[in-house]
Protein backbone atom coordinates (compact mmCIF):
# COMPACT_ATOMS: atom_id res chain seq x y z
CA UNK A 1 0.00 0.00 0.00
CA UNK A 2 2.53 2.29 0.85
CA UNK A 3 4.76 1.85 -2.43
CA UNK A 4 1.16 2.49 -4.41
CA UNK A 5 0.62 5.75 -2.59
CA UNK A 6 4.60 6.35 -3.05
CA UNK A 7 3.50 6.31 -6.86
CA UNK A 8 0.58 9.12 -6.98
CA UNK A 9 3.59 11.81 -7.95
CA UNK A 10 3.14 14.98 -9.06
CA UNK A 11 5.27 16.75 -11.90
CA UNK A 12 8.83 17.35 -10.86
CA UNK A 13 9.15 14.55 -8.60
CA UNK A 14 12.31 12.23 -9.36
CA UNK A 15 11.60 8.47 -8.40
CA UNK A 16 14.12 6.25 -7.04
CA UNK A 17 13.85 2.41 -7.21
CA UNK A 18 15.62 -1.25 -7.41
CA UNK A 19 16.02 -3.34 -10.67
CA UNK A 20 14.28 -6.31 -8.00
CA UNK A 21 10.89 -3.53 -6.81
CA UNK A 22 10.58 -2.75 -10.64
CA UNK A 23 10.28 -6.55 -11.45
CA UNK A 24 7.88 -7.05 -8.80
CA UNK A 25 5.88 -3.99 -9.65
CA UNK A 26 5.85 -3.78 -12.98
CA UNK A 27 2.48 -3.86 -13.92
CA UNK A 28 2.40 -0.50 -11.57
CA UNK A 29 5.11 0.87 -13.21
CA UNK A 30 4.12 0.64 -16.78
CA UNK A 31 0.85 2.09 -16.10
CA UNK A 32 2.80 5.36 -15.76
CA UNK A 33 4.45 7.63 -17.99
CA UNK A 34 7.65 9.49 -17.06
CA UNK A 35 9.47 11.89 -18.39
CA UNK A 36 12.92 10.28 -18.24
CA UNK A 37 13.75 6.84 -17.60
CA UNK A 38 17.32 6.29 -16.31
CA UNK A 39 19.02 2.90 -15.59
CA UNK A 40 21.52 3.16 -13.48
CA UNK A 41 24.85 0.59 -13.48
CA UNK A 42 22.59 -0.38 -16.76
CA UNK A 43 24.77 -3.80 -17.43
CA UNK A 44 21.97 -5.15 -14.73
CA UNK A 45 20.04 -4.99 -17.99
CA UNK A 46 22.33 -6.55 -20.09
CA UNK A 47 20.41 -10.02 -20.69
CA UNK A 48 18.65 -9.61 -23.25
CA UNK A 49 15.94 -12.66 -21.95
CA UNK A 50 16.19 -11.94 -18.90
CA UNK A 51 13.14 -10.59 -16.29
CA UNK A 52 14.58 -7.30 -15.57
CA UNK A 53 15.00 -6.59 -19.38
CA UNK A 54 11.87 -7.53 -20.10
CA UNK A 55 10.57 -5.33 -16.66
CA UNK A 56 12.36 -2.11 -18.10
CA UNK A 57 11.47 -2.42 -21.62
CA UNK A 58 7.67 -2.76 -20.36
CA UNK A 59 8.02 1.37 -19.03
CA UNK A 60 6.67 4.50 -20.34
CA UNK A 61 9.17 7.59 -20.76
CA UNK A 62 9.48 10.22 -23.30
CA UNK A 63 13.41 9.67 -22.90
CA UNK A 64 15.13 6.40 -22.11
CA UNK A 65 19.07 7.06 -20.88
CA UNK A 66 21.37 4.05 -19.74
CA UNK A 67 24.43 4.44 -17.54
CA UNK A 68 27.42 2.05 -16.96
CA UNK A 69 31.00 1.58 -16.89
CA UNK A 70 31.05 -1.67 -18.37
CA UNK A 71 28.78 -1.25 -21.36
CA UNK A 72 30.17 -5.07 -22.00
CA UNK A 73 30.77 -7.08 -19.50
CA UNK A 74 30.47 -11.00 -21.09
CA UNK A 75 30.02 -10.62 -24.50
CA UNK A 76 28.73 -7.77 -27.70
CA UNK A 77 24.91 -8.96 -26.87
CA UNK A 78 25.47 -6.87 -23.77
CA UNK A 79 25.67 -3.79 -25.57
CA UNK A 80 22.80 -4.89 -28.04
CA UNK A 81 20.84 -5.24 -25.17
CA UNK A 82 21.20 -2.00 -23.30
CA UNK A 83 20.89 -0.56 -26.59
CA UNK A 84 17.62 -2.15 -27.39
CA UNK A 85 16.60 -0.90 -23.96
CA UNK A 86 17.65 2.56 -25.32
CA UNK A 87 16.59 2.67 -28.59
CA UNK A 88 13.67 -0.40 -28.99
CA UNK A 89 13.56 -1.72 -32.32
CA UNK A 90 17.09 0.32 -33.48
CA UNK A 91 19.06 -3.21 -34.40
CA UNK A 92 16.35 -5.51 -35.09
CA UNK A 93 16.38 -8.83 -33.03
CA UNK A 94 19.38 -10.17 -31.79
CA UNK A 95 19.83 -13.10 -35.21
CA UNK A 96 19.02 -9.49 -37.71
CA UNK A 97 21.79 -8.22 -35.71
CA UNK A 98 24.32 -10.96 -36.06
CA UNK A 99 23.75 -10.90 -39.90
CA UNK A 100 24.05 -7.09 -40.18
CA UNK A 101 27.64 -7.48 -38.24
CA UNK A 102 28.69 -11.15 -38.75
CA UNK A 103 31.25 -12.43 -36.72
CA UNK A 104 30.63 -9.78 -34.03
CA UNK A 105 28.86 -11.78 -31.64
CA UNK A 106 32.13 -14.50 -31.07
CA UNK A 107 34.91 -12.40 -31.97
CA UNK A 108 35.79 -13.02 -35.32
CA UNK A 109 34.15 -10.04 -37.19
CA UNK A 110 36.76 -8.19 -39.28
CA UNK A 111 38.16 -4.53 -38.58
CA UNK A 112 35.53 -3.08 -41.46
CA UNK A 113 32.58 -4.57 -39.27
CA UNK A 114 33.18 -3.41 -36.44
CA UNK A 115 34.33 0.13 -37.19
CA UNK A 116 30.76 -0.42 -39.53
CA UNK A 117 29.09 -0.94 -36.04
CA UNK A 118 30.91 1.43 -34.01
CA UNK A 119 29.90 4.62 -36.37
CA UNK A 120 26.43 3.38 -36.40
CA UNK A 121 26.10 3.60 -32.75
CA UNK A 122 28.68 6.32 -31.48
CA UNK A 123 25.58 8.99 -32.37
CA UNK A 124 23.78 7.62 -29.31
CA UNK A 125 27.00 7.68 -26.34
CA UNK A 126 28.01 9.97 -24.77
CA UNK A 127 31.33 8.45 -23.66
CA UNK A 128 33.35 9.84 -20.91
CA UNK A 129 36.50 8.73 -19.45
CA UNK A 130 37.87 10.00 -15.86
CA UNK A 131 40.73 11.61 -17.39
CA UNK A 132 37.97 13.77 -19.45
CA UNK A 133 35.82 14.32 -15.98
CA UNK A 134 38.20 14.29 -13.16
CA UNK A 135 41.35 15.97 -13.97
CA UNK A 136 41.98 16.85 -10.66
CA UNK A 137 42.63 12.53 -9.83
CA UNK A 138 46.08 12.18 -8.77
CA UNK A 139 48.31 10.01 -11.05
CA UNK A 140 47.57 5.95 -11.25
CA UNK A 141 50.19 3.63 -11.44
CA UNK A 142 49.64 -0.13 -12.53
CA UNK A 143 52.23 -2.66 -12.80
CA UNK A 144 52.95 -6.24 -13.05
CA UNK A 145 54.15 -8.16 -9.79
CA UNK A 146 56.32 -11.47 -10.99
CA UNK A 147 56.16 -14.18 -8.69
CA UNK A 148 57.97 -17.97 -8.96
CA UNK A 149 56.20 -20.87 -8.14
CA UNK A 150 57.36 -22.91 -5.19
CA UNK A 151 59.20 -25.93 -6.30
CA UNK A 152 56.42 -28.15 -4.86
CA UNK A 153 53.98 -25.64 -6.76
CA UNK A 154 55.29 -26.13 -9.85
CA UNK A 155 55.56 -29.84 -9.42
CA UNK A 156 51.68 -30.08 -9.05
CA UNK A 157 51.24 -27.09 -12.01
CA UNK A 158 53.33 -29.05 -14.72
CA UNK A 159 51.78 -32.33 -13.69
CA UNK A 160 48.32 -30.85 -14.58
CA UNK A 161 49.25 -28.81 -17.76
CA UNK A 162 50.67 -31.97 -19.36
CA UNK A 163 47.95 -34.25 -18.49
CA UNK A 164 45.43 -31.74 -20.00
CA UNK A 165 47.53 -31.46 -23.02
CA UNK A 166 47.23 -34.84 -23.19
CA UNK A 167 43.22 -34.85 -23.08
CA UNK A 168 42.50 -32.11 -25.19
CA UNK A 169 44.77 -33.64 -27.96
CA UNK A 170 42.80 -37.04 -27.89
CA UNK A 171 39.95 -35.21 -27.87
CA UNK A 172 40.64 -33.31 -31.27
CA UNK A 173 41.49 -36.18 -32.77
CA UNK A 174 38.70 -38.21 -31.52
CA UNK A 175 36.95 -34.91 -33.42
CA UNK A 176 35.10 -34.23 -30.21
CA UNK A 177 34.21 -30.25 -29.79
CA UNK A 178 31.97 -29.84 -27.23
CA UNK A 179 34.34 -32.11 -25.01
CA UNK A 180 37.14 -30.30 -26.05
CA UNK A 181 35.92 -26.69 -25.32
CA UNK A 182 34.80 -28.45 -21.96
CA UNK A 183 38.52 -30.30 -21.14
CA UNK A 184 40.03 -26.44 -22.10
CA UNK A 185 37.98 -24.86 -19.77
CA UNK A 186 37.98 -27.05 -17.03
CA UNK A 187 41.91 -27.65 -17.45
CA UNK A 188 42.60 -24.06 -17.49
CA UNK A 189 40.58 -23.33 -14.14
CA UNK A 190 42.80 -26.02 -12.79
CA UNK A 191 46.22 -24.42 -13.77
CA UNK A 192 44.76 -21.01 -12.41
CA UNK A 193 43.76 -22.63 -8.98
CA UNK A 194 47.43 -23.95 -8.66
CA UNK A 195 49.29 -20.76 -9.48
CA UNK A 196 46.94 -19.28 -6.52
CA UNK A 197 47.62 -22.25 -4.38
CA UNK A 198 47.24 -26.07 -5.39
CA UNK A 199 45.03 -26.18 -2.00
CA UNK A 200 42.58 -24.61 -4.40
CA UNK A 201 41.69 -27.59 -6.22
CA UNK A 202 39.29 -30.17 -5.09
CA UNK A 203 40.20 -33.19 -6.45
CA UNK A 204 42.97 -33.82 -4.21
CA UNK A 205 44.52 -33.59 -0.78
CA UNK A 206 46.94 -30.63 -1.92
CA UNK A 207 48.99 -28.53 -0.14
CA UNK A 208 48.84 -24.84 0.54
CA UNK A 209 52.16 -23.96 -1.76
CA UNK A 210 51.47 -20.07 -2.73
CA UNK A 211 54.26 -18.00 -3.73
CA UNK A 212 51.50 -15.34 -3.96
CA UNK A 213 50.48 -15.31 -0.31
CA UNK A 214 53.93 -15.27 0.54
CA UNK A 215 54.49 -12.33 -1.39
CA UNK A 216 51.77 -10.32 -0.56
CA UNK A 217 51.65 -10.61 2.80
CA UNK A 218 55.51 -9.16 2.63
CA UNK A 219 53.70 -6.45 0.99
CA UNK A 220 51.15 -6.16 3.33
CA UNK A 221 53.38 -6.25 6.18
CA UNK A 222 55.08 -3.30 4.55
CA UNK A 223 51.98 -1.20 3.27
CA UNK A 224 49.54 -1.68 6.11
CA UNK A 225 50.80 0.88 8.66
CA UNK A 226 50.51 3.81 6.01
CA UNK A 227 48.39 2.50 3.42
CA UNK A 228 45.54 1.01 2.88
CA UNK A 229 45.12 -1.97 0.54
CA UNK A 230 42.51 -3.63 -1.63
CA UNK A 231 42.90 -7.34 -2.25
CA UNK A 232 41.15 -8.51 -5.77
CA UNK A 233 40.62 -12.88 -6.34
CA UNK A 234 38.47 -14.32 -8.79
CA UNK A 235 38.26 -17.14 -5.74
CA UNK A 236 36.93 -16.73 -2.47
CA UNK A 237 38.87 -19.87 -1.40
CA UNK A 238 42.00 -17.80 -2.33
CA UNK A 239 40.33 -15.25 0.01
CA UNK A 240 39.84 -17.45 2.43
CA UNK A 241 43.60 -18.88 2.29
CA UNK A 242 44.42 -15.20 2.61
CA UNK A 243 42.03 -14.31 5.70
CA UNK A 244 43.56 -17.28 7.57
CA UNK A 245 47.12 -15.58 7.26
CA UNK A 246 45.84 -12.09 8.44
CA UNK A 247 43.94 -13.67 11.63
CA UNK A 248 47.17 -15.70 12.58
CA UNK A 249 48.67 -12.36 12.73
CA UNK A 250 45.90 -10.60 14.18
CA UNK A 251 45.81 -7.49 11.42
CA UNK A 252 42.18 -6.52 11.04
CA UNK A 253 40.57 -6.33 7.32
CA UNK A 254 37.04 -5.84 5.61
CA UNK A 255 35.75 -8.26 3.38
CA UNK A 256 33.15 -9.13 0.85
CA UNK A 257 31.80 -11.87 -2.02
CA UNK A 258 28.93 -12.72 -3.15
CA UNK A 259 27.33 -13.85 -0.52
CA UNK A 260 27.64 -10.73 1.62
CA UNK A 261 24.26 -9.30 2.25
CA UNK A 262 23.39 -5.72 1.35
CA UNK A 263 23.69 -4.45 4.66
CA UNK A 264 26.47 -6.41 5.61
CA UNK A 265 28.06 -5.37 2.45
CA UNK A 266 27.59 -1.54 3.73
CA UNK A 267 29.08 -2.12 6.92
CA UNK A 268 31.68 -3.51 5.70
CA UNK A 269 32.48 -0.82 3.29
CA UNK A 270 32.29 1.84 6.00
CA UNK A 271 34.37 -0.28 8.33
CA UNK A 272 37.16 -0.11 5.85
CA UNK A 273 36.44 3.64 4.42
CA UNK A 274 36.36 5.43 8.35
CA UNK A 275 37.93 2.57 10.23
CA UNK A 276 41.76 3.47 11.30
CA UNK A 277 42.40 0.13 12.07
CA UNK A 278 41.08 -1.39 9.20
CA UNK A 279 43.84 -1.73 6.85
CA UNK A 280 43.08 -3.78 4.18
CA UNK A 281 39.48 -4.92 1.95
CA UNK A 282 39.20 -8.52 0.54
CA UNK A 283 36.88 -8.93 -2.11
CA UNK A 284 35.76 -11.13 -4.33
CA UNK A 285 36.17 -9.59 -8.22
CA UNK A 286 32.64 -10.11 -9.19
CA UNK A 287 30.66 -9.43 -5.79
CA UNK A 288 33.36 -6.16 -5.21
CA UNK A 289 34.50 -5.06 -9.04
CA UNK A 290 31.57 -2.51 -9.49
CA UNK A 291 29.06 -0.02 -7.29
CA UNK A 292 32.10 0.52 -4.55
CA UNK A 293 33.75 3.69 -3.46
CA UNK A 294 36.76 2.87 -1.99
CA UNK A 295 38.90 6.11 -2.12
CA UNK A 296 40.78 5.34 1.30
CA UNK A 297 42.80 2.85 -0.27
CA UNK A 298 45.63 3.87 -2.22
CA UNK A 299 46.80 0.13 -2.79
CA UNK A 300 45.33 -2.67 -5.12
CA UNK A 301 46.42 -6.14 -5.76
CA UNK A 302 44.57 -8.28 -8.34
CA UNK A 303 45.32 -11.72 -7.57
CA UNK A 304 44.79 -13.71 -11.00
CA UNK A 305 44.22 -12.68 -14.02
CA UNK A 306 41.59 -13.39 -16.42
CA UNK A 307 40.94 -12.59 -20.17
CA UNK A 308 39.18 -9.30 -20.13
CA UNK A 309 41.10 -6.72 -18.79
CA UNK A 310 37.85 -4.97 -18.26
CA UNK A 311 36.94 -6.77 -15.51
CA UNK A 312 40.26 -5.70 -13.70
CA UNK A 313 40.01 -2.02 -14.44
CA UNK A 314 36.89 -1.84 -12.99
CA UNK A 315 38.04 -3.15 -9.50
CA UNK A 316 41.50 -1.37 -9.65
CA UNK A 317 39.18 1.63 -10.03
CA UNK A 318 36.93 1.18 -6.93
CA UNK A 319 39.29 3.31 -5.41
CA UNK A 320 40.68 5.82 -8.15
CA UNK A 321 37.73 7.56 -8.13
CA UNK A 322 36.27 11.23 -7.43
CA UNK A 323 37.50 12.05 -4.16
CA UNK A 324 40.73 10.19 -4.27
CA UNK A 325 43.65 12.46 -3.28
CA UNK A 326 46.50 10.09 -3.80
CA UNK A 327 48.76 8.30 -5.76
CA UNK A 328 47.10 4.95 -6.32
CA UNK A 329 49.51 1.89 -6.91
CA UNK A 330 47.82 -0.96 -8.59
CA UNK A 331 49.56 -4.59 -9.10
CA UNK A 332 48.16 -7.57 -10.95
CA UNK A 333 49.97 -10.58 -9.69
CA UNK A 334 51.38 -13.48 -12.35
CA UNK A 335 53.46 -16.53 -11.74
CA UNK A 336 56.14 -17.04 -14.61
CA UNK A 337 56.06 -19.27 -17.19
CA UNK A 338 52.55 -20.20 -16.32
CA UNK A 339 48.88 -19.73 -18.23
CA UNK A 340 48.43 -16.24 -16.43
CA UNK A 341 51.59 -14.92 -18.65
CA UNK A 342 49.44 -16.48 -21.69
CA UNK A 343 46.56 -14.40 -20.09
CA UNK A 344 48.63 -11.25 -20.38
CA UNK A 345 49.68 -12.14 -23.84
CA UNK A 346 45.78 -12.20 -24.84
CA UNK A 347 45.06 -8.90 -23.20
CA UNK A 348 48.34 -7.39 -24.67
CA UNK A 349 46.20 -8.53 -28.21
CA UNK A 350 42.80 -7.07 -27.08
CA UNK A 351 44.18 -3.98 -25.75
CA UNK A 352 42.87 -1.74 -28.69
CA UNK A 353 39.63 -3.49 -28.67
CA UNK A 354 39.47 -3.01 -25.28
CA UNK A 355 39.61 0.61 -25.21
CA UNK A 356 37.28 1.29 -27.43
CA UNK A 357 33.34 0.88 -26.79
CA UNK A 358 33.32 -2.38 -28.90
CA UNK A 359 34.81 -5.51 -27.04
CA UNK A 360 35.39 -8.64 -27.98
CA UNK A 361 33.64 -11.34 -26.30
CA UNK A 362 34.80 -12.11 -22.42
CA UNK A 363 34.76 -15.60 -23.41
CA UNK A 364 37.90 -15.48 -25.43
CA UNK A 365 38.13 -19.26 -25.82
CA UNK A 366 35.05 -19.43 -28.44
CA UNK A 367 37.84 -17.58 -30.77
CA UNK A 368 40.19 -20.27 -30.05
CA UNK A 369 41.40 -22.84 -33.07
CA UNK A 370 42.86 -26.30 -31.79
CA UNK A 371 46.16 -24.67 -32.19
CA UNK A 372 45.64 -22.00 -29.83
CA UNK A 373 43.88 -23.85 -27.30
CA UNK A 374 46.92 -27.00 -27.33
CA UNK A 375 49.79 -23.74 -26.99
CA UNK A 376 48.04 -22.66 -23.52
CA UNK A 377 49.16 -26.00 -22.28
CA UNK A 378 52.65 -25.75 -23.39
Not at 257 to 266: F, I, L, S, V
Request: hydrophobic share 40%.
Amino acid sequence: TERHDALQYEEGLVMLTTYGTLIADVELFASLTFSYLILDESQAVKNRNSKRFEAAGQLNARYRIAMTGTPIENSIADLYAQLSFVNPGFFGTFSDFKRTYPGISDGSAATETKEELQRVISPFILRRTKKQVAKELPEKSEMILYCEMLPEQRKIYDEYRVLFKSKLSGSFEEGNAGRSTFLAIEGLMKLRQVCNSPALLKDGNYPNASTKLDEIMVHISELKEQHKILVFSAFTTMLSLLKSRLNDLGVDYAYLDGTTTGDERQEQVQSFQKKEECRLFLLSLKAGGTGLNLTAADYVYILDPWWNPAAEAQAIDRCYRIGQDKHVMAYRMICKDSIEEKILDMQAIKKELAESLIQTDGNILKTLNKDDLLKLFD
